[in-house]
């Protein structure tokens, strides 16, 4: 029981990226699935969660407008898309799972987590 993130990378200011968050062994159904960062020096924070009873995203007011969730339940993966990157958005960014749970930005009600991907946005 596992989940992958991947789609990390380089890239420059202004510039997109899309993460994958895939379930390895479990299913997406009933669930929470969110995707938090940790920046160097600063606290893990969420950034965007869907619950894949209703679809419903919920988004951070750092990154308003430019990221979009979505979940494919085909496939078990949950995707970030992300536009107009800025430097304040390099971190390590995890994905984490929680079954029968709604959305929310508290990490310990997460128990399944990714083992992160880098994003770094640099000219």
């Known amino acids: 029981v596992q989940l992958v993130e991947s789609g990390g990378g380089l890239v420059q200011p202004g510039g997109s990226l899309r993460l994958s968050c895939a379930a390895s062994?479990?299913?997406?159904?009933?669930?929470?699935i969110a995707w938090f960062r940790r920046a160097p020096g600063k606290e893990r924070e969420g950034v965007s969660c869907?619950?894949?009873?209703?679809?419903?995203?919920h988004y951070a007011n750092s990154v308003w407008g430019r990221v979009t969730i979505s979940s494919d339940t085909d496939s078990n993966t949950v995707y970030l898309q992300m536009n107009d990157l800025k430097p304040e958005d390099t971190a390590t960014y995890y994905c984490?799972?929680?079954?029968?749970?709604?959305?929310?930005?508290?990490?310990?009600?997460?128990?399944?987590w990714g083992q992160g991907t880098q994003v770094t946005v640099s000219s």
């Open positions: 869907i619950s894949t009873d209703d679809g419903r995203p």
């Open positions: 062994g479990f299913t997406f159904d009933n669930s929470a």
């Open positions: 984490a799972f929680e079954r029968y749970s709604h959305c929310n930005w508290h990490e310990h009600l997460f128990h399944t």
